[in-house]
């Protein structure tokens, strides 16, 4: 079973995998990744969601394509200033300010990239302007800020300090109306994409708010989704999606035809190496094993056979770009990214 | 006076699921009895808070990592389950077959093996003992990976005869090498990567790779074998083919059953039923399901000599409270919390102490748990703003006489409601004294959170707290 | 200014996790310590010595100068044959004191029933933090677990102090008779009334203590604390049990490695300052220990589960020393790449069962196990 398709429009090929799943205690490493932006200096800033247990170590950390670690900064876990309880996702505006939602504070948190807290907003509510569960999170080129307010099943339109501008949406499956959105993300006509998880589909709007298109019906087939959890959209208009039941990720034209999709082929990382090297009979072993095991048919659905076979993509949440054509998917459930370059 | 019909439904659901609030009980009153029983052992769709969502929100119990989380998954399915039987059932196989995280640094093994009890669990005892010897998890915990055509261990063919079956005293030791031969081969995908793994309790670098079941066909000592009389070449399904055969293990399988299902201490009339079990195990071709419903139905399960004649364990009491009380219907922070409160209460989830599995009955109380159980129980009931608590406020008020309940009304409506929960004059004398602290309580315009509310609160606060509670 | 000739207390500070022993007693004299620890060492210019070749790790200034009093026994290379590198094994050995067979009763559970076989005193043995060790756990022995002296017992929730007042009152009379009931009712009743009892007699330790140490608000210091009010509230409290971590470092070791003994060595300071303050000094012994030590080489970040550990003694009643050997680096006495354990943790169990306790030993720890001699007779 390949892992890629290949079509004319595009070609994405592997580059490497980046990380290693880390405890909680400060240094290299993540732990339950929930989003990456690439930062102009390509900064790779990951966003560790973290559990309740390590949620003291709730932070961002940041590396380098040639996987040096350069550090981590955040407040950890709380309600405080700079703090996260479950941090979702990320955006940089053209400042270059990350701006961080919390769905369970009700608020979108604003560092520098250098690891100075700056502010929050948000209040809890269904007003004008208010937040239940603020999710995915999208900057267009006004630094106007796009938060998915998940619980209100609606977008919501703010300056980048927070002051709100717009919204659209309703509960359900028509054109325009959500159920439980996820991702979200902007193109370079700063049209508003976003993936309408329960939903199982992405849809396109103008950054107004009117209705464009909607791609993609609930299955395991090519354009088909189970639970999308987010969008990125190259300069040429492909969009990537995050099939994240699926454990996959889907990539289509700018018509919304079906490209290709990856299932995942990571391989060890440096840190990784690194470990290895520290732990030799366990390498030995892992060395001579198989990591993509015949598995038996109850294991058979997409998830349980991530959770057995290593390479494979196991909870890909978020898909990011950069400004150099490279594509990272972020795996929660493995503690790392993978990284495809298109060309 | 408490209504028969109902107080045995109560000790049904009790029994086959975590007990159940008055809306779950008169839904299996309209069944009837014969027709509860056959609902309870035909679960169908449980109905489970979505995954999806449990996913999403907890990135840990997407994961299964650590306990914490994992513990916590199975704490979401049993108190949004339909089907309590269902949930029971594979808590009974956790508690005997008692496979633990010590060893196997895997919980989504355990949870694995759990589910393997959801489904299997009421079917032929020979087709669990199968599936087990299987399962990735005991093979682990009972060192069966090591167990070569070459070099036998006998750990696991041991227990399976020792705890899983007959029992000691049924079998002899050649018997229990011959049983250990016939399992050589049977181990998981990269076992040794596995086992090191484990054995190091090793997440990197790229957090834990689950488990599945491989047959090494040249590991295999395909020998001829002796086992309990019979001769043969055999391989493991044949081993469990003869000890199901076998009156110990109809004993054993019945007994546990028994002590899980009906009351903690057998007696002379207990003894009975347990003998019907046996039968039922024999008659139906090992079936647990018709065992079962041989003891659902049988007089002693019925009589009053069975209600209340089991501690609940701290799986039961959590569960149970949270279940009465409805809360944690969607994805929360602090999930982890509760499953912790089990664990301080002396039963994790996923972690029985030893092969053993748990000591149950009176062993459950001692005074550290006792404070936690109480005291959980009693913060639960108490919340006025949960919706099984603010149903409670609502029955007890319609069925008021013009709203009003004198102390008598609330502590007996109380007790009725959580139950209906049987207590000694004693204890209800102090109930009812409690109640009339503050006079008649007037529900008739009862607002959310107000003091006539707090009144109800306080009152099955201290239902939760008597010892009557303790027990199932 | 000691007054009454009291009973010896034992207090238990476990460290969860599996303590780091080569950066906790740090062999800086050894060269293949650097050669092995390349990234996650102490330096040697950092290091407290102790002698030429092991200092404490710098975080340990309070254990330093306790043990320049004299009062603090390090126990070298500690552990059992066949090591087991699983939290949970790993400590259920220690709890239980049986590294061969599946142990069911803790060794202070034992100890607490030998030394009150009638359950005469609740209060016997109390653990502070929630859900009891294995260690203190035996069927029909009562022990405490204390989450929070303050708020200790029932219906803690319960803001109202009237209200609270009136169902723990309620509670009491429903617990109270016992006579001519089913064996189980009766046994929830006795142990209903031992923890209202044991509740009750608690919350009279902060008040009656008083003290000037100022212990740090981290949880350990808060539980010391909590173990200096019961202790000295004389309760007969003769075993006291904590725990602090975690301890698990496998990655960015150096810093919550550092951290943690901050901890644990500030607690031990203001405990023992606290001692000498009330003069009961040789009346309680310290034992720190935790479930196994960790690789000798690091991974790059932190270090991995190991084996062979340090346990200390601490107290006035010790005699301060270096016991056991410390274990050596060189590869071929190695174990996997781990330490390897040159003295059995049952001989400090021992020790501190007979000569501290004043108990049969053997049939607790399950077997004879000579001692290091580190209580003064």
């Known amino acids: 079973m390949s892992t890629q398709t290949r079509s004319p429009g595009i070609a994405l090929d592997y580059v490497k995998t980046i990380g290693i799943v880390n405890n909680g205690f400060n240094g290299r490493g993540f732990a339950n990744p929930y989003d990456i932006v690439v930062g102009k200096d390509e900064r790779i800033f990951v966003l560790n969601r973290c559990d309740p247990a390590r949620a003291a170590a709730i932070r961002i950390g940041i590396c380098t394509m040639d996987e040096d670690y350069l550090g981590e900064f955040g407040k950890g876990n709380g309600t405080g200033d700079g703090q996260f309880v479950w941090a979702v996702a990320m955006a940089l505006d053209s400042q270059e300010r990350l701006h961080i939602t919390d769905e369970h504070s009700n608020r979108v948190t604003i560092y520098s990239l250098s690891g100075e807290y700056l502010s929050h907003w948000g209040k809890s509510g269904s007003g004008d302007g208010e937040l239940n569960g603020p999710a995915g999170i999208a900057i267009d080129s006004a630094d106007n800020v796009f938060v998915v307010d998940q619980h209100n099943s609606r977008i919501q339109k703010f300056t980048s300090d927070g002051k709100f501008i717009a919204n659209w949406g309703s509960l359900g499956s028509g054109d325009g109306q959500f159920n439980l959105p996820w991702g979200a993300a902007v193109d370079s006509d700063d049209n508003v994409y976003v993936a309408d998880w329960r939903n199982d589909r992405i849809q396109k709007f103008t950054n107004d708010g009117q209705f464009l298109a909607a791609y993609g019906s609930s299955g395991e087939g090519e354009g088909q989704f189970r639970r999308p959890t987010s969008v990125a959209i190259d300069t040429d208009g492909f969009i990537y999606v995050a099939d994240w039941g699926n454990e996959r990720v889907q990539v289509f034209g700018s018509d919304g035809a079906f490209q290709l999709l990856l299932r995942g082929e990571a391989t060890i990382s440096k840190w990784g190496e690194d470990y290895l090297a520290s732990n030799p009979e366990e390498q030995a072993e892992r060395e001579v094993s198989n990591l993509k095991p015949e598995l038996p048919a109850h294991l058979n659905t997409p998830y349980h056979i991530s959770s057995q076979t290593e390479p494979y993509f196991w909870g890909p949440v978020s898909v990011s770009l950069d400004g150099r054509g490279r594509l990272y998917v972020t795996e929660t459930n493995r503690h790392r990214f993978q990284v495809y370059q298109k060309h | 006076m408490i209504n028969n019909e109902t107080a045995l439904m109560a000790h049904l659901l009790r029994r086959a699921g975590f007990g159940a609030n008055r809306t779950e009980l008169e839904q299996y009153l309209a069944m009837g009895y014969e027709g509860a029983v056959e609902a309870l052992l035909h679960p169908s769709d449980p109905n489970n808070m979505p995954d999806d969502l449990i996913r999403r929100y907890h990135v840990e119990q997407s994961e299964l990592r650590d306990l914490a989380g994992s513990a916590a998954y199975w704490m979401y399915r049993m108190i949004s389950t339909s089907c309590p039987m269902e949930e029971k059932t594979a808590l009974f196989w956790h508690g005997l077959f008692a496979t633990g995280y010590a060893k196997l640094n895997q919980a989504r093994s355990l949870l694995n093996q759990v589910d393997m009890f959801r489904h299997s669990g009421l079917g032929s005892y020979e087709d669990l003992l199968v599936e087990l010897s299987k399962d990735p998890a005991m093979i682990v915990w009972l060192d069966n990976n090591e167990n070569h055509g070459t070099a036998i261990n006998e750990n696991f063919g041991r227990e399976l005869l020792e705890l899983f079956s007959m029992g000691i005293g049924n079998y002899s030791e050649e018997d229990i090498k011959e049983c250990s031969r016939a399992f050589t081969g049977w181990t998981l995908g990269n076992a040794e990567y596995m086992a090191i793994r484990a054995a190091k309790d090793s997440i990197w670098p790229y957090g834990r790779i689950a488990w599945h079941f491989d047959y090494r066909e040249e590991d295999h000592d395909d020998g001829e074998k002796t086992f309990l009389g019979e001769t043969g070449r055999f391989n493991g399904e044949d081993i469990i083919r003869i000890i199901v055969k076998q009156e110990s293990t109809a004993r054993f399988v019945a007994t546990r059953l028994f002590q899980f299902f009906a009351a903690d201490v057998i007696s002379e009339a207990g003894e009975k039923a347990v003998q019907a079990m046996m039968e039922a195990y024999f008659s139906s071709g090992y079936q647990i399901r018709e065992m079962m419903r041989t003891l659902f139905l049988s007089d002693y399960f019925k009589s009053e000599e069975a209600r209340f004649a089991r501690v609940k364990g701290p799986v039961e009491m959590v569960v149970g409270a949270i279940r009465m009380a409805g809360s944690y219907q969607n994805p929360a922070l602090g999930i982890e919390k509760v499953s912790n409160t089990m664990l301080y209460m002396g039963q994790g989830l996923l972690q029985p102490p030893t092969v053993e599995g748990w000591h149950e009955g009176s062993e459950w109380i001692d005074s550290g748990a006792l404070v936690e159980r109480v005291n959980f129980a009693a913060k639960e009931l108490s919340d006025v703003s949960s919706p099984g608590v603010r149903s409670i406020i609502d029955r007890l008020a319609a069925t008021a006489n013009q709203g009003v309940l004198d102390p008598s009304d609330l502590a007996d409506g109380c007790l009725d409601l959580l139950g209906p929960i049987q207590v000694s004059d004693e204890t209800r004398s102090v109930l009812v004294e409690y109640a009339s602290r503050n006079g008649d309580l007037d529900l008739s315009s009862h607002q959310p959170g107000d003091e006539s509310e707090q009144r109800v609160g306080n009152m099955l606060r201290l239902v939760a707290a008597t010892r009557e509670y303790q027990l199932a | ?377």
């Open chain 3, 1 to 377: 200014m000691t007054s009454n000739k009291r009973e010896k207390s034992l207090i238990v500070i476990q460290l969860s996790g599996g303590n780091d022993y080569l950066n906790t007693v740090v062999p800086y004299g050894n060269g293949k310590y650097y050669d092995n620890r390349s990234v996650v060492n102490i330096p040697q210019n950092k290091v407290i010595p102790i002698n030429e070749q092991l200092g404490f790790n710098p975080s340990m200034g309070p254990v330093k100068a306790l043990w320049d009093e004299g009062k603090v026994a390090v126990i070298n290379g500690i552990g059992y044959e066949n090591p087991n590198r699983s939290h949970f094994r790993s400590m259920d050995i220690w709890h239980t004191a049986e590294p061969e067979t599946i142990g069911k009763e803790g060794w202070l559970g034992r100890a607490i029933r030998d030394m009150d076989p009638q359950g005469d005193n609740v209060l016997t043995g109390v653990n502070f933090g929630r859900g009891l060790p294995r260690a203190l756990a035996v069927p029909g022995v009562s022990v405490a677990s204390v989450g929070d002296l303050e708020t200790y017992g029932l219906f803690p929730d319960v803001q109202d102090e009237e209200l609270r007042m009136f169902t723990l009152e309620a509670f009491s009379r429903m617990y109270g008779n016992t006579a001519g009931r089913d064996p189980v009712m009766e046994l929830l009743g006795r142990t209903g009334q031992d923890a209202l009892l044991g509740a009750d007699i608690l919350r009279t330790a902060p008040a009656k203590y008083s003290s000037s140490i100022e212990y740090a608000p981290d949880s350990l210091a808060q539980n010391l604390k909590s173990i200096s009010q019961v202790f000295h509230a004389n309760l007969g409290a003769r075993v006291l049990y904590t725990q602090h971590g975690p301890f698990d470092t496998h990655s960015g070791e150096l810093a919550s490695h550092a951290k943690l003994w901050d901890e644990v060595a500030g607690a031990i300071g203001c405990l023992m300052d606290d001692l000498k303050e009330h003069g009961t000094e040789e009346d309680a012994t310290i034992l720190v220990f935790s479930e196994f030590g960790r690789r000798i080489k690091d991974n790059g970040s932190g270090s991995d589960h190991g084996s062979g550990g340090v346990a200390f003694m601490i107290g006035g009643a010790v005699s301060g020393g270096l016991y056991g050997e410390y274990p050596s680096l060189v590869e071929a006495e190695q174990i996997e790449g781990d330490l390897r354990s040159n003295n059995d943790f049952r001989s400090v169990y021992a020790e501190i069962l007979e000569d501290w306790l004043g108990l049969d030993a053997p049939s607790i720890v399950n077997g004879q196990f000579e001692k290091h001699g580190i209580l003064k007779s």
